[in-house]
């Protein structure tokens, strides 16, 4: 009888009980530090990721930003070790080295072996054909540049069981995450009339959600605005809602498909 079957799947049973029951996410960050409303909070240089997760857990993984736009499609043009405790609220703010401005992808990793300048893509198609030694990938998000950037343009947080943001008509100033643990995710415009506050689809749903705080501040250190719907939407609007959040509802089985895959 062969057993090498039974000792593989052993092996899968004893990953899988590796996989935290809550899985550690990339909360809120901003994508285009430059670009801030006001002076921001730390040097331009710098720029704060955060991460909700278990609270009072330790933890340490790395953070990448993969290009998306043209002559750097799938590189890798930064990783960064992370490493903290999150607090009360299970949330960790960490300060790191500016990271690339939108369209990019930007990743957290249990681990990473290669180096920066890899290129998971090697034939420019948007699609990952090369293995990247990611670890277990917990989040992925994919941030499109505004409408006016050079064409085309390719992101991979949905390849690797994350979210990818619909191209929009700005530079989204601030992503977040509702609730710092939801499904849902937003972009932030802060910087044209009335603002605007966009879906994974790329719809402005500032008319039709009311947030329980201020979406068009930051909360580093805290829970992130809530939505809730207040308003009837249109009806390409609502089925964009609820598209969005029955995808994103698969998050974690596509994160972990994702990782096996790596």
Do not use: H, W
């Not at 720029?47 to 890798?76: C, K, P, V, W, Y």
């Not at 957290?108 to 034939?123: E, H, P, Q």
């Not at 420019?124 to 499109?144: P, R, T």
Request: aromatic letters at 10%; proline letters at 6%; charged letters at 20%.
């Amino acid at each position: 009888m062969n057993c090498r079957f039974p000792a593989f799947l052993g092996f899968l049973i004893a990953i899988g009980s590796m996989v935290p029951a809550e899985a550690v996410l990339i909360s809120e960050f901003s994508p285009v530090q430059k670009f801030q409303a006001g002076e921001p909070p730390i040097p331009r240089d710098r720029q704060i990721f955060e991460l909700s997760g278990i609270r009072n857990m330790d933890f340490s993984g790395f953070l990448l930003a993969i290009g998306g736009e043209q002559g750097r499609f799938g590189t890798i043009d930064s990783a960064q070790s992370i490493m903290g405790r999150f607090n009360d609220n299970g949330i960790l703010a960490i300060e790191l080295d500016d990271v690339l401005d939108p369209t990019a992808t930007f990743v957290l990793t249990s681990s990473f072996t290669r180096a920066v300048g890899f290129d998971i893509d090697d034939n420019d198609d948007g699609v990952i054909n090369v293995n990247a030694d990611f670890g277990l990938v917990l989040d992925a998000i994919g941030v499109a540049g505004p409408s006016n950037d050079p064409v085309p343009r390719r992101l991979y947080g949905s390849q690797l069981g994350g979210q990818d943001f619909a191209l929009s008509v700005v530079r989204p100033q601030q992503i977040f995450r509702d609730g710092s643990f939801g499904d849902a995710l937003f972009a932030v415009d802060r910087l044209s009339p009335g603002s605007a506050i966009f879906n994974t689809a790329g719809v402005d749903v500032s008319q039709v959600l009311n947030f329980d705080k201020d979406p068009f501040t930051d909360t580093f250190n805290a829970i992130n605005p809530t939505a809730r719907v207040t308003a009837v939407p249109e009806p390409s609007s609502l089925v964009a809602l609820l598209g969005i959040a029955g995808v994103a509802a698969r998050k974690y089985r596509r994160r972990t498909i994702a990782a096996a895959r790596i």
